[in-house]
C-alpha cells in the first residue's frame, strides 16, 4: 500500500499525469501514476481551500468533498448533486479524530463500532448540537439540518493523507447526481458531475464499489437508514461486548479472574457459560509478559474446581495489539500491569483499568499453597462483584436493538 504521508513535498506539478485540462472539464490527476504523489495531494488541499469541490476515491464508491469549515463551497456541493437541504449531509474525519468531538450521545456501542469499523465502511449519524466541536452554526445548518450528522473515517490512503495534512474534517458524499448510479471510477464522476467539480483525484477503480453501511445512532438502539457494505451479522458482530482480563504469565490469577467473570456473567443472564458467546459477551485473558500454551497453574485448577469451573483447557497467551485494539475493557490485576499497558499503549488509557476500583493489587499466588490460592480467588471474586454494573452498563440489548 503507498503511504503517501512518508513522501517528500515538491510543488512541481510537471510530472502529474492530467486526462483534460480544458476550460470547463474536470481536471484528473492520477496520483498513483504519478512521480511525486504528495503534489496531488498538495494541489487537492489547494483546492479545497480556495473553497472548491475535489472528488476523491474512496474503498467504497468515489466521492466528492469540501471543507466543513467553508458554508459556501458546502452550498456549491449540495447545487452540483441537485440534492434536497433537509438530508443530512456526512464529515469525512480523520484517523486521530474522537467522535466526542461531534457528538454529544454517550453509548458504548458508538466507541465500539468507531474502534471496530474505522477506518472503513461505516458511516454513523449522530446527534450533534451547534456547541459540539469546532462545527459552526452556519455550517451545522446546511449538514444537519434536524440536528443529526454523518460521521465517518473512509480506509482510502489518499483521502487520510488530506484530512491528516488538513486537520480539518470534509464534507462528504457520494460524487453522483443524486438518485443515479454511485460513480466507481473518476471517469463516471466526469460523466455524471463534469465541471461542477474542478479537481478529480484517480485512484483507478473503487475495490469495493458498493456504498458504506449507514445507520442512525438513538439512545435505546440501532437504526439502520442504508445497508451497505456492513449487513447485518457483520454489525451484530461489530457490537459484540469484549473484555480482557490480564497478569503476568496468564496461567493463575488471569484465568481465574476470567472463569469467574464468565460465571457471574452467566448467572446474571440466566445462560449457561457457552452461551455468553452467542449473546455477544466475550471474555478472555492474556499476560503482560506471557508466551503462548502454558496451562494454568496447578492450584488455579484445583481451587476453581470447588466452584465447579474448569481451568484444564486454559492455554496462555500475551495481550497483542490487536487484542487490546478490539477490547471494550481491559481489566489488570495490579496497578504494574495496567502502567505497563498504558505506557506502551497511550491510546488505550481510557479503558484500561486495575480490577480492584482502588487499584490495590491482587497478590501472586505463584508457588503458594491451596490456601494461598484460594484466597486469590476469594479476592478476585469480591473485587469482579464491585465492577458487575459498569460492565453490565457495556452490554448492549438483544432484542430489536438494530431496527430497519
Given amino acids: 500500500m503507498l503511504d503517501i504521508r512518508s513522501l517528500q513535498v515538491h510543488p512541481d506539478f510537471s510530472s502529474i499525469r492530467v486526462h483534460d485540462e480544458s476550460a470547463m472539464a474536470p481536471v484528473v490527476l492520477d496520483v498513483y501514476d504519478s512521480d511525486d504523489p504528495q503534489s496531488v495531494i498538495r494541489k487537492a488541499i489547494t483546492h479545497l481551500t480556495n473553497g472548491e469541490i475535489v472528488a476523491f476515491p474512496t474503498e ?18 449540495f447545487r452540483a448533486k441537485s440534492r434536497s437541504t433537509d438530508k443530512p449531509m456526512t464529515l469525512a474525519i480523520g484517523i486521530r479524530e474522537r467522535i466526542e468531538q461531534f457528538s454529544h450521545q454517550q453509548g458504548p456501542w458508538m466507541q465500539r ?26 455550517t451545522l445548518q446546511w449538514i ?3 440536528g443529526w450528522l454523518g460521521l465517518r473515517v473512509p480506509s482510502n490512503e489518499v483521502l487520510l493523507a488530506v484530512l491528516d495534512q488538513m486537520d480539518e474534517p470534509l464534507v462528504l458524499t457520494s460524487a453522483n447526481q443524486s438518485d443515479q448510479p454511485d460513480a466507481t471510477t473518476a471517469s463516471q464522476v466526469a460523466e455524471q458531475l463534469d465541471e461542477s467539480v474542478p479537481l478529480i483525484l484517480d485512484g483507478g477503480p473503487a475495490k469495493i464499489g458498493t456504498p458504506s453501511t449507514v445507520i442512525q445512532l438513538h439512545d435505546d438502539h440501532i437504526q439502520v437508514l442504508r445497508w451497505g457494505v456492513i449487513d447485518q451479522p457483520s454489525l451484530q458482530q461489530f457490537l459484540q461486548l469484549e473484555i480482557v482480563l490480564v497478569c503476568t504469565g496468564n496461567t493463575c490469577r488471569s484465568p481465574m479472574a476470567e472463569a469467574l467473570l464468565k460465571q457471574k456473567l452467566a448467572q ?3 445462560l449457561t457459560q457457552p452461551e455468553l458467546a452467542d449473546r455477544g459477551i466475550h471474555i478472555s485473558s492474556a499476560g503482560i509478559s506471557a508466551g503462548f500454551g502454558s496451562p494454568a497453574a496447578t492450584s488455579a485448577i484445583d481451587v476453581l474446581e470447588h466452584q465447579n469451573l474448569d481451568l484444564r483447557d486454559h492455554l496462555s497467551q500475551p495481550l497483542s495489539y490487536s487484542k487490546a485494539l478490539s477490547a471494550d475493557l481491559i481489566l489488570t490485576l495490579t496497578k504494574s500491569h495496567h502502567d505497563a499497558i ?9 479503558k484500561t483499568k486495575t480490577l480492584a476500583t482502588d487499584r490495590c493489587d491482587v497478590s501472586d499466588p505463584i508457588g503458594g499453597s491451596f490456601n494461598v ?21 457495556l452490554a448492549i440489548p438483544q432484542q430489536d436493538f438494530i431496527r430497519e
Fill in 373 to 393: 490460592y484460594e484466597q486469590c480467588a476469594n479476592q478476585i471474586e469480591d473485587l469482579l462483584e464491585k465492577r458487575l454494573p459498569e460492565i453490565h452498563n
Fill in 113 to 138: 463500532l468507531a474502534r471496530r469499523c474505522w477506518p472503513g465502511p461505516l458511516t454513523m449519524v449522530v446527534k450533534t448540537s451547534a456547541n459540539q466541536g469546532s462545527l459552526t452554526r452556519e
Fill in 60 to 77: 467504497t464508491v468515489y466521492g466528492i468533498a469540501v471543507r466543513a469549515g467553508d458554508s459556501h463551497a458546502i452550498e456549491r456541493l
Fill in 268 to 270: 446474571h443472564h440466566s
Fill in 342 to 350: 498504558v505506557n506502551q499503549w497511550p491510546e488505550f488509557a481510557d
Fill in 144 to 146: 444537519a439540518p434536524q
